[in-house]
């Protein structure tokens, strides 16, 4: 009996670093979820921010798909490792003044320790497709998960044909927007966004998608191909 339990604690003693190094990853994957709306796990998917693959290792401020980059984080010098990430969570106006991250950072050092332990893992080259999907909100499905930032873009080359814009009209505040289906719907002007996607994901030149936005139902953006369509679909009319 004695020795069956020297050997229990013996196997928990050998299994408790690598359960303890799981539980960091699960807890660093929930924290992810604040940072998928503006970083992607997924190569060269840049958002509004820079992916995030491939990130150890690399010089600040150098990923050649990003072009969005602060002169200070360019000029920084930093080189991604566990040190200096952790010290960018904790406090990215500090390591590096007048960058353009909008992120107070992560006091606690717990945090900190979960999320890169995740990290790590989820931005190594070669990881799983799946570390995309683990920092995502979950419960809405695709949809939600690609405005959230850490879904699939939708593909906005495959339209229903309620998403098909094929004319817009404004007339004082008001927008007035006819989709493929034949159904026009009104907006307020300040609750009509007009955006461009150029990537592969993005319209068709000459296709504008329409995709709601918000949680009112009261809000949407028209994606196009280009900014020069803006004044091609756009027609002053009452």
């Not at 990003?66 to 000029?75: I, P």
Request: glycine share 10%; with cysteine.
């Amino acid at each position: 009996m004695k020795r069956l339990a020297f050997l229990a604690l013996a196997a928990m003693a050998l299994l408790s670093p690598a359960l303890a190094e799981q539980d960091d990853t699960s807890r660093g994957q929930r924290d992810f979820r604040a940072c998928a709306p503006c970083h992607s796990l997924e190569p060269n998917r840049n958002m509004t921010g820079p992916s995030l693959a491939g990130l150890w290792d690399r010089k600040a401020g150098s990923l050649p798909s990003f072009e969005r980059y602060s002169d200070a984080l360019k000029s920084s010098g930093i080189i991604w490792d566990d040190h200096s990430l952790d010290g960018w969570l904790t406090d990215p106006q500090r390591m590096v003044p007048d960058n353009d991250m909008p992120f107070e950072g992560i006091q606690d050092s717990r945090v900190r320790a979960d999320l890169l332990a995740f990290l790590k893992e989820a931005t190594r080259p070669l990881a799983p497709r799946m570390a995309e999907q683990r920092g995502t909100m979950g419960g809405m499905g695709g949809m939600m998960g690609g405005m959230m930032g850490g879904g699939r873009d939708v593909n906005l080359k495959e339209l229903e044909p309620g998403q098909l814009v094929k004319a817009i009209t404004y007339c004082h505040d008001s927008y007035r927007v006819t989709t493929a289906d034949g159904k026009t719907r009104s907006f307020w002007e300040r609750n009509l966004r007009f955006k461009t996607d150029s990537s592969q994901h993005g319209p068709d030149k000459g296709a504008p998608a329409i995709m709601p936005a918000g949680m009112m139902g009261d809000r949407a953006s028209v994606i196009f191909a280009a900014p020069e369509e803006f004044n091609k679909v756009i027609e002053p009319r009452c």
